[in-house]
């Protein structure tokens, strides 16, 4: 696609349930990374892919999160057991390379009720 | 950890006033990078810094690399109601052969017509 595409745009749950936030990067970007974004606040860097692998998944907050990208393209994070302090914009980007610009979806708003 | 202190937090300007806003840290930073996001958007790229004392423009916005690596600032000449937004600094920070940004907390800039 011409941009990075975020499903989907709103997400509303209830606390305990699982999620799964998918992101496609712009076609070719071998780079992906998620962010989130909590009101008032700069993106936090959560995880990011070179290909298939997670070269660095350091700012993952605790194991309930978890990053997948099998075919080096479409990512999913999923997230088990919601709590509330879950809730925020989830943002994806992709580049053509470590360092390289970062092109940013419009993310996706977790809403944990 | 390291961080960027952005300010001011907000601003609100009259139609055709110059803005200006900045970044600063306690740590010394290689590259800097400003980016716009819009309501229900995700950040998008204005301006990147490679160099110390560097001084760049991307039309009406110009941005400077601090002599120090420590600061960054981000000027709006002839403001428009289309510069209202949340403006961001960014800047790459290296752990082992990992690197991410991380991001300041962002100057929210109002432009009343």
């Known amino acids: 696609g011409a941009g990075v595409s975020q499903t989907p745009s709103n997400k509303v749950t209830e606390k305990g349930k699982y999620v799964e936030l998918r992101c496609d990067p712009i076609?070719?970007?071998?780079?992906l990374y998620w962010y989130r974004q909590s009101l008032g606040q700069g993106p936090e860097f959560l995880i990011y892919?070179?290909?298939?692998?997670?070269?660095?998944d350091s700012g993952l907050p605790n194991d309930r999160f978890f990053a997948v990208r099998p075919e080096g393209s479409v990512s999913t994070l999923k997230i088990q057991r919601t709590e509330r302090g879950d809730s925020a914009v989830y943002l994806c980007?992709?580049?053509?390379?470590?360092?390289?610009?970062?092109?940013f979806g419009a993310g996706t708003r977790l809403s944990v009720l | 950890g390291q961080q960027l202190n952005q300010s001011p937090q907000s601003m609100f300007i009259q139609e055709g006033e110059d803005v200006s806003m900045n970044c600063t840290s306690s740590s010394i930073f290689n590259t800097w990078l400003w980016y716009k996001q819009d309501p229900g958007e995700g950040p998008v790229l204005l301006i990147a810094?490679?160099?110390a004392g560097e001084l760049t423009s991307n039309g009406r916005l110009t941005a400077q690399f601090g002599i120090t690596r420590k600061d960054s600032f981000l000027n709006i000449s002839a403001s428009i109601p289309s510069d209202v937004g949340i403006y961001f600094c960014?800047?790459?920070?290296?752990?082992?052969?990992?690197?991410?940004?991380?991001w300041g907390l962002g100057t929210s800039l109002g432009v009343n017509p």
């Open positions: 810094l490679y160099k």
């Open positions: 960014a800047a790459w920070t290296y752990a082992g052969n990992n690197r991410k940004l991380i």
């Open positions: 980007a992709s580049s053509s390379g470590l360092g390289n610009i970062q092109y």
């Open positions: 076609s070719g970007h071998t780079a």
């Open positions: 892919f070179q290909g298939t692998g997670a070269a660095d």
